[in-house]
């Protein structure tokens, strides 16, 4: 039997603006901005650097603020809506529902151009009852900073897939 769906608080800038430095992640890429980029549109790839399952983009091309997307991890489910949007630079969700035990989470992606590639920032929290928060915000700091190496040998065993 399928979970049922929680709605989740709204959360944005003021939000985001609270996230922790051990809640932060970043790592340098040797590709130019706009094949990290590719990936991160890639709903796919997001199967192959992190412990997701299946992403489904649930808004028509071209994606922007107020695109939404469902994103599976196992039997759990995220309803996200993108409230922050740079084409090619930046990408920022809230966890609108989900069948997680939070009453607010957020995720922000950041591509910065650098000299020899690119840098992929990442911030992300979620809220909950007692500690609950805390560990559902560690978890996704974690998953991500074991993903991102895995998301440099995605771009690189497959350039063509993202545009090199």
């Avoid at 929290?125 to 915000?137: D, E, P």
Wanted: charged letters at 25%.
């Amino acid at each position: 039997m399928a979970k049922a769906l929680k709605q989740h608080k709204a959360v944005g800038e003021d939000y985001l603006a609270t996230v922790k430095p051990k809640l932060r992640a970043s790592h340098a890429f040797p590709f130019p901005a706009s094949a990290v980029w590719a990936a991160l549109l890639d709903a796919d790839a997001w199967t192959e650097w992190l412990p997701i399952t299946k992403v489904i983009w649930t808004s028509p091309e071209p994606f922007g603020v107020g695109t939404t997307r469902t994103v599976e991890i196992g039997d759990q489910r995220v309803e996200e809506v993108f409230f922050a949007w740079e084409d090619g630079m930046r990408m920022a969700f809230y966890f609108d529902k989900s069948t997680l035990p939070v009453s607010a989470a957020i995720e922000d992606y950041r591509v910065v151009a650098t000299d020899s590639g690119c840098e992929l920032h990442w911030a992300g929290k979620a809220s909950a009852a007692l500690v609950l928060g805390g560990l559902v915000s560690g978890q996704l700091a974690k998953g991500i900073r074991e993903g991102l190496p895995k998301l440099e040998a995605l771009i690189r065993d497959n350039p063509s897939r993202f545009g090199l």
